[in-house]
């Protein structure tokens, strides 16, 4: 990932962002809210891979697309792909892509 400064946007949801949150969810509602970008990120037992996207929609197809192509060629990453809201050096994990489960047969894909 390449260092950025952050936006005045950005800046401000920092300065904004209570000391203290009710639970994880209101943490993560926060920082998804106000992120400056978000992170696929995915772990097998021999690479990491992290990759930055603008918003989260395209983070989701990146995180969709990775699990799909890890479950046909055979990949295991056993915690999913990630996808991570990150606000300056906060960061959260909103969701886990798993690989699509199937039902013993091939697909036409």
Known sequence: MKNHEMSDAVTEAIKQMPMHFAND?????????????FV??????KTSQEEQWPDIDTARKAAKFAAFVGSK???????????????GDYDAVVEV?????????????
Do not use: C, F, W
């Open 73 to 87: 060629t055979g990949g295991k990453m056993p915690k999913g792909i990630q996808v991570i809201a990150v606000l």
């Open 25 to 37: 969810v209101e943490r993560v509602e926060y920082i998804k809210a106000h992120a400056d970008h």
């Open 40 to 45: 696929t990120r995915y772990k097998t037992q």
């Open 97 to 109: 892509q798993d690989a699509p489960k199937t039902n013993g047969t091939k697909s036409g894909v």
